[in-house]
């Protein structure tokens, strides 16, 4: 079966979807086009002005040219949406994907027509098969679209993304190469851009709070972190890296030479950071919104922490203007006050940071949630279905 995948081509394919290409689903084969670098220069402008409807009606079309097309059709069998929906109406079966509804329209804001030309697109009779990542998506789909009709309805089926186990990764070759080194204390690690929005503010806060109390324990991150907000909570122990590694070095350098990921994210549909450090064995640190508590289990392989600002919490459908009045360089005190305990217990009991870590990688092994063999299996079944006489 040849799947091609359909995305918005500003740049290579999401790593949620990279297994994909690792080890794809027995008999199927992905056609997955190269991201178009003119297209780059359309992201910004989107970024600006999707908000305002005439813009967004321009640039939509131009999207439409851009990666509308679904290359050789009678080469294909499955159209595979990456969170997306054309405008066009696509002449073979089509699955669609999505870790928050919100995504289906690219985070703008969503109007009646938006809201009909989704639900139309799910509706459509080529549309066999609507693949939320998480139940969190699931529900942000019904919140978005109370009236969903049964017909579309049945066609939802929760399928959460997949990786390796990356704690056997390099075994054989004698382990991977570290670049977070240090004095044998708990080194905790952050990583992302957008920082204010994803906590950074908090997590140095908190650090430089117990420091001085734990002082083997280092802070490593791996951001496009602004200078005032560095100099601000300076500290010897507080490294950071400007986030130009691969996908393979940021695992081998960063996630398997740390202890802990530290997330209090305020705003995230999924946290593939949090993916990312579980599948190396790392327990996380992460504020209880959306989907965390489908990743994370608190008190076994990691521990979520509370926080009075949490968007998506309070909204089913955050635009790109309501989540930048959102996103403040404030830190919330209710947070930070939860990181300072979650990283003095951290620090205080290594036999807990043992038992998470092995907990941690279990949804990756034979079986579990996020095993690739397991997204294989229900994806397979999925592509299957949709093919179909």
Not at 27 to 41: D, G, K, L, Y
Not at 135 to 147: D, G
Not at 250 to 265: H, N, Q, S, V
Request: hydrophobic content about 40%; proline content about 7%.
């Amino acid at each position: 079966m040849n799947v091609r995948i359909v995305y918005r081509r500003y740049k290579p394919l999401h790593d949620l979807y990279r297994s994909l290409l690792i080890e794809p689903p027995p008999e199927v084969s992905f056609s997955i086009p190269r991201p178009i670098r003119a297209a780059r220069r359309l992201y910004p402008l989107y970024l600006a002005f999707g908000d305002w409807t005439p813009m967004r009606s321009v640039i939509a079309a131009a999207q439409d040219v851009l990666f509308g097309g679904t290359g050789t059709p009678e080469r294909t069998d499955l159209f595979h949406y990456v969170q997306m929906v054309p405008r066009r109406e696509p002449q073979k079966p089509y699955v669609v994907d999505f870790e928050h509804a919100a995504a289906l329209a690219n985070f703008v804001r969503i109007d009646e027509s938006t809201r009909k030309r989704i639900e139309n697109f799910l509706l459509h009779r080529n549309c066999r098969k609507i693949i939320p990542l998480t139940r969190a998506a699931e529900q942000s789909l019904l919140a978005l679209l109370p009236n969903l009709p049964h017909e579309a309805r049945r066609k939802i089926e929760v399928i959460y993304p997949a990786l390796p186990n990356h704690t056997k990764r390099g075994k054989d070759d004698g382990g991977p190469s570290v670049a977070v080194r240090g004095n044998g204390g708990p080194k905790f690690l952050f990583v992302g851009n957008d920082v204010y929005r994803k906590g950074l503010h908090e997590v140095m806060r908190a650090f430089r709070q117990i420091e001085d109390r734990h002082p083997e324990a280092e802070l490593h991150v791996v951001s496009d972190a602004p200078a005032e907000l560095k100099r601000e909570y300076t500290s010897t122990r507080i490294r950071h890296y400007d986030p130009v590694y691969s996908f393979d070095e940021m695992i081998d350098r960063f996630y398997l030479a740390c202890d802990a990921l530290l997330l209090p994210t305020h705003c995230d549909t999924f946290g593939m950071a949090i993916l990312n450090a579980l599948s190396c064995g790392k327990p996380v640190v992460t504020t209880d919104q959306f989907a965390a508590r489908e990743l994370v289990r608190d008190g076994e392989n990691g521990l979520i922490v509370r926080s009075r600002r949490l968007l998506l919490n309070e909204t089913c459908a955050p635009d790109r203007s309501t989540t930048r009045a959102f996103v403040t360089r404030e830190a919330d005190p209710l947070l930070v006050e939860e990181l300072i305990k979650a990283l003095e217990c951290l620090c205080a009991d290594r036999a807990m940071l043992v038992g998470m870590s092995r907990e941690a990688v279990k949804d990756f092994e034979p079986g579990g949630k996020f095993s690739i063999g397991e997204r294989n299996r229900r994806l397979s079944r999925a592509y299957a279905d949709c093919c179909a006489p």
